[in-house]
């Protein structure tokens, strides 16, 4: 069996026992193998829309003789669980916009869901935003660095908080933290920012703007 990535560990880490989850876009598997060998109450759904993707995690699953803990399923998103299957959702590896389209388009089954964990690194402002309005709040976050790239993992919670532009953009908890590794993060997209702004034609004024306000924030980080 793989060992599981430094960046799906810290996915797991904010999973409980006793969970009902479902791990949309499973892959190959790992995950939810990994969350069945470590707790004995936990029901595991792993689903994938990509039919081999589904079927390598069914191999895999039958290798560690998890056939009985994990059931797989093939379908996008919340479509192939009922409310009543799931109090858990892991998204990750998938970006920002395609997270926030299946939570958002498939509300009525969020009814019974506590907890939302989600790994994606495309617009965090704009998934942060969104998840929240869905009546969930920033209960952690983590950074974790796997092949030399940043992640980022977020668990939403049921619940309410109100976010500035800062806290959405840079994650409240992560400021909170402020550890080596946000520092790191934060300093490669003064970078990147800086790059882009310097090679941006005349025009495009909006999107100059917003990434001259974003450049601000990372500036007075703390």
Sequence with gaps: M???????EVVASYINDNSK??????DHGLLSIYLAKKYNNIKIIASDVNKNALGTAIKNIRKEHLEDRIETRLGRGLDVVTPEEIDTIVIAGMGANT????LKYSTDKLINVKNIIIQSNTDL?????DVTKLGYYIEDESLVEDANIIYTVIKFSKGKKRYNYKELYLGPILIKKNDSLFKKKCDKEIKTITMILSRIEKGHLLYKLKLKKNL??????S
Excluded: A, M, Q
């Excluded at 793989?2 to 799906?8: E, G, H, I, P, Q």
């Excluded at 601000?216 to 980080?221: W, Y």
């Design 2 to 8: 793989n060992k599981l990535s430094k960046r799906l």
């Design 21 to 26: 989850i479902i791990d949309i876009g499973c």
């Design 99 to 102: 997270i926030v389209g299946i």
């Design 125 to 129: 402002y704009f998934l942060r935003k």
């Design 216 to 221: 601000r924030v990372l500036k007075n980080r």
